[in-house]
């Protein structure tokens, strides 16, 4: 993410739908207090060049979302992409990671290796 390295989006076509998977946490900027180890895993149609998607389960080593949750809450992620790369316009986060943490902005896209 532009500006918040420590933040990162992974895009995949699945079928007719987009799996976005989104890492990281608060500015770096508040040191200890640092909201970190958030993911967003959320799953959507692509229309014309903005992606509606809702959260679904995740599991890592550090954080865990279940597909209960996910229906019951019905976060949703909203993501519009660009010649340059792509902006979270909309992640319902509140409540989800922890304080200070935000997925909303602008991503560019890492060159291939």
Known sequence: MAGNPATSMEVRREDSHYQVVLYGGGEESAG?????????????????????????????????????????????????????????????????CGLGATFEGEYRRKPAK
Do not use: M, P, W
Request: net charge negative; glycine share 10%; proline share 0%.
């Open 32 to 96: 200890a207090a640092t909201a970190a180890d958030c993911f967003i895993r959320a799953v959507g149609k692509l229309e014309g060049n903005r992606l509606n998607a809702v959260f679904s389960a995740i599991e890592t080593d550090t954080f865990s979302y279940s597909e209960r949750e996910a229906r019951t809450e019905g976060r949703k992620l909203e993501v519009v992409f660009g010649s340059q790369g792509a902006s979270v316009v909309h992640a319902d986060t509140l409540g989800y």
